[in-house]
């Protein structure tokens, strides 16, 4: 069935560093990704979103490609920030186009 | 204003009580969802509703059930809560199919004791 797993839990990073954090996806729709970021008590919010193969998607320094021959779309920062401490998800539409599935989360945490 | 509103945001209920988690949204969208989170899970879709009175179950409907006679909103009943229904719950709507962006409310925390 359709799923999305993001390898890592926890990533820990100094202000500064560049980060990557991994998604990868299985559907036998036509795959359209997503990635949400949710702050501490608060609600999820869309970050970047993408259906075409092999562009660059960015937004608030994020930045993201989807791959459909790896089946991946990794979300990059060059530089974190403090702001960034966060759970990021990601999500694909699913083979029924109906819903989405998210990935487990992963939590970044950014110290000075 | 482009907002999802959740009520409540608290809540602590005792094995076997009912529980009415309801959600608003002031978008007009078609597409509403009930999801829980729990730690290491992500989002999990407990419901979706595609319009008034055209709900679905999702991935983890049981023990739950929906309502939804406005478009506006969209409310989440637990008959009998058990325990492991702790959890947070999450609303959200999006405007047609899930290619569209979803938008969060701000969450109802439930605790089942």
Known sequence: GDSVTQTEGLVTLTKGLPVMLNCTYQTTYSPFLFWYVQHLNEAPKLLLKSSTDNKRTEHQGFYATLHKSSSSFHLQKSSVQLSDSALYFCASVTSSGQKLVFGQGTILKVYL | ?113
């Open chain 2, 1 to 113: 204003d482009m907002k999802v509103t959740q009520m409540p945001r608290y809540l602590i209920k005792r094995m076997g009580e009912n529980v009415l988690l309801e959600c608003g949204q002031d978008m007009s969208h078609e597409t509403m969802y009930w999801y829980r989170q729990d730690p290491g899970l992500g989002l999990q879709l407990i419901y979706i509703s595609y319009d008034v009175d055209s709900n679905s179950e999702g991935d983890i409907p049981k023990g739950y059930r929906v309502s939804r006679k406005k478009r506006e909103h969209f409310s989440l009943i637990l008959d009998s809560a058990k325990t492991n229904q702790t959890s947070v719950y999450f609303c959200a709507s999006s405007l047609g199919a899930s290619g569209n962006t979803l938008y969060f409310g701000e969450g109802s925390r439930l605790i089942v004791v």
